[in-house]
């Protein structure tokens, strides 16, 4: 069942999906945004660093976002996209719902996971107490006792980077090696370096994060921990219509795109942290919004080669 065809789809409805559809509506485009309401930043109460929307609730924004396109007579479903094909001239999108609905061009915006290690209780404290990002989560814990939790060759970077929120940071090696180097640089900036292996978190009678507790059976005072999970792609329909990829985060194969979002795939663009690792929401929607306006363009082209065949073929016709 073909339910409908549309300028564009736009796939995930986070800042940079949703950034996209409002250009495209804007330009007088029929858009169905198709969401699954999961953005990756669902754990935070508040999100920091966006002008005009600092300290507002993530979801609020997206809620915000979502009013912007209806207005302007755009479609915001909320399901899954199952599946994607070439049809025709344009794509076959299937929805977890059983429907299909057509598109000229696509535009792919579903973000990516975070993969925590597996530290007991760290999950239950991620976007509350347990954070990814400084310039986004550390004004909020200045002076306070940062734990940063090594996760990967970058780790040593991040404790560095929270040492200008706070004078007391702590460095968990978790049993990863750490170069010499390293040891001279955090020591140098008082960074304290704590090798025992990490059994868990505690937190305190209100389910706050109150320490990291050692495999010794030790456990450190600590506000808040900081660490760079292993990031994922859901990035499976953009492979599944064959989009190059390039060798990305940690060397990993990711999705190429051009300045504009655009895929080796004619007809589909990408956004956000789909592509792009480091995107924070004003990243990944200025990436939508410079994406949003270049489908439009490539819309207006086909339609100018449209017109002039139009009238080439108008023109050859004999008049009776
Ligand atoms: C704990 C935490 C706190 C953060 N705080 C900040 C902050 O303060 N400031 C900041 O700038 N950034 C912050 N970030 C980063 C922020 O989350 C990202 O920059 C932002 O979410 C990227 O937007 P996006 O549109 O690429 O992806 P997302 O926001 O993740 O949106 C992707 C959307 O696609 C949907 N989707 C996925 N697959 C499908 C499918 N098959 N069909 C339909 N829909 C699908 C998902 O449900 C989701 O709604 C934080 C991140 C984390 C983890």
């Known amino acids: 069942m073909h339910n409908e065809t549309w300028d564009a789809i736009v796939i995930g409805g986070g800042s940079g999906g949703l950034s996209a559809a409002l250009m495209l509506v804007r330009a007088r485009r029929r858009v169905l945004v198709v969401d699954t309401g999961a953005p990756r930043n ?23 976002g979502r009013t912007e396109i209806e207005r302007y007579g755009g479609v915001v479903t909320p399901a899954e996209v199952v599946a994607v094909a070439h049809a025709d001239s344009g794509f076959d999108v299937a929805l977890g719902t059983g429907e299909h609905h057509r598109a000229r061009r696509l535009l792919i915006a579903t973000g990516l996971r975070d993969e925590l290690p597996d530290i007991a209780g760290l999950a239950e404290l991620w976007g509350t107490g347990a954070f990814v990002c400084p310039y986004c989560d550390g004004w909020e814990v200045l002076d306070r006792r940062i734990a940063v939790l090594a ?47 990490v059994a868990g978190v505690s937190t305190d009678a209100d389910g706050r994060l109150s320490g990291i507790r050692l495999a010794d059976g030790d456990t450190t ?87 002039l065949a139009a009238s080439e073929a108008a023109a050859l016709t004999p008049r009776s």
């Open 221 to 307: 005072a600590i506000d808040v921990i900081f660490l760079h999970p292993r990031v994922v792609p859901n990035d499976a329909l953009l492979r599944s219509l064959g989009a190059d990829t390039v060798p990305g985060h940690g060397g990993a194969p990711w999705i190429e795109v051009d300045e504009t979002g655009r895929t080796s795939v004619i007809g589909v663009w990408a956004v956000g942290n789909v592509v792009n690792p480091s995107a924070s929401v004003p990243v990944a929607s200025g990436a939508g919004n410079i994406a949003g306006a270049t489908i439009n363009a490539d819309l207006i082209e086909e339609e100018i080669q449209a017109a």
């Open 151 to 197: 996760t990967g060759p970058m780790s040593p970077h991040q404790a560095q980077l929270l040492r200008q929120w706070s004078p007391d940071v702590t460095y968990f090696t978790n049993g990863a090696e750490l170069p010499d180097d390293a040891v001279a640089e955090l020591t140098a900036r008082g960074i304290v370096i704590e090798r025992r292996a």
């Open 42 to 64: 669902r754990f935070a109460a508040h999100m920091h660093g966006v002008l005009g929307r600092d300290g507002w609730s993530p979801l609020d924004l997206l809620a915000t």
